[in-house]
T-cell receptor, first 114, second 117 residues
């Protein structure tokens, strides 16, 4: 599985935008970029995913570099409820006949302060 | 998004006993379910992948005779930890994927905290 590299931790002030980076220099053409987040003592929550184009949903935006070797998750206005560990994961979608799986790295712990 | 539930949310058991954890997809049919384990301050580790009606595929290092997985229907998977020991104490999280195997979102349950005394 192609690996991702994320900073261990980041801090943000409430109501400010947050840019969470992820490097994936060994990404293959069939890898989708997925972002999940995990609040303490809870299961991961789906945030967003994309392949090549930038993506937006109600939770966040995903900006993907043109060469796809990096991506950035953007929270437009951080709130205290956004404090969590954010995981950037590559999932291989090539048609192998077997279920592709999500392999979690260590993620970025986001702290949000007043 | 889709909802995945787990039961129980926490369980305490004596060493040597077996514990069953249920995972249900509440509003979609899950063709594939996954079981993860997470130790304190660590990331999630995939234990096994199961498709409805077939045997689970275990990750390297996971004992299939100790962690029994049954995916009997499109909405239910169970994980049984047999002869549990204190080192099995962990946070167990299931995940489910609907529809086409490819390019579909994977949803996670809230987790089950197992404590073995």
């Amino acid at each position: 599985d192609a690996k991702t590299t994320q900073p261990n931790s980041m801090e943000s002030n409430e109501e400010e935008p947050v840019h969470l980076p992820c490097n994936h220099s060994t990404i293959s053409g069939t890898d989708y970029i997925h972002w999940y987040r995990q609040l303490p003592s809870q299961g991961p929550e789906y945030v967003i995913h994309g392949l090549t184009s930038n993506v937006n949903n109600r939770m966040a935006s995903l900006a993907i570099a043109e060469d796809r070797k990096s991506s950035t998750l953007i929270l437009h206005r951080a709130t205290l409820r956004d404090a969590a560990v954010y995981y950037c994961i590559l999932r291989d979608e090539k048609n192998t006949g077997t279920a592709s799986k999500l392999t979690f790295g260590t993620g970025t712990r986001l702290q949000v302060t007043l | 998004g889709a909802v995945v539930s787990q039961h129980p949310s926490w369980v305490i058991c004596k060493s040597g006993t077996s514990v069953k954890i249920e995972c249900r997809s509440l509003d979609f049919q899950a063709t594939t379910m996954f079981w993860y384990r997470q130790f304190p301050k660590q990331s999630l580790m995939l234990m096994a992948t199961s498709n409805e009606g077939s045997k689970a595929t275990y990750e390297q290092g996971v004992e299939k005779d100790k962690f029994l997985i049954n995916h009997a229907s499109l909405t239910l998977s169970t994980l049984t930890v047999t002869s549990a020991h204190p080192e099995d104490s962990s946070f167990y999280i299931c995940s489910a994927r609907s529809g086409s195997v490819f390019r579909s979102t994977q949803y996670f349950g809230p987790g089950t905290r197992l404590t073995v005394l």
